[in-house]
Nanobody, 119 residues
């Protein structure tokens, strides 16, 4: 069982930055971030593997978001720069034994943190 606790969401103006953190109670091969807006499915944002050597991003955040991890602290970060109003969503930390970009294949979820980007 892996427990995930997110922090760092909030309200920011367009063009601003936020940094999300996710502390995990255990280690996982794959950790990532998804986001969800009301009425839509939860979508993949970014992922990082245990070694930290490989990362992946959805196209809409490439060049603006950076995922990283501190294995010693079992913590994953999502640095979000040049934020846009369309980035507004609840962001969820995810952990899984296998790499996936499908929300229905994730093993563990955090409670979610709201990110709101004003125009």
């Amino acid at each position: 069982q892996v427990q995930l606790v997110e922090s760092g969401g909030g309200l920011v103006q367009a063009g601003g930055s936020l940094r999300l953190s996710c502390a995990a109670s255990g280690s996982s091969y794959f950790m990532g971030w998804f986001r969800q807006v009301p009425g839509k499915e939860r979508e993949f944002v970014a992922a990082i593997f245990w070694s930290g050597a490989r990362t992946s991003y959805t196209d809409s955040v490439k060049g603006r978001f950076t995922i990283s991890r501190d294995n010693a602290k079992n913590t994953v970060f999502l640095q979000m720069d040049s934020l846009k109003p369309e980035d507004t969503a609840v962001y969820y930390c995810a952990a899984s034994s296998l790499y996936t970009t499908y929300a229905n294949r994730i093993d563990y979820w955090g409670q979610g943190t709201q990110v709101t980007v004003s125009s």
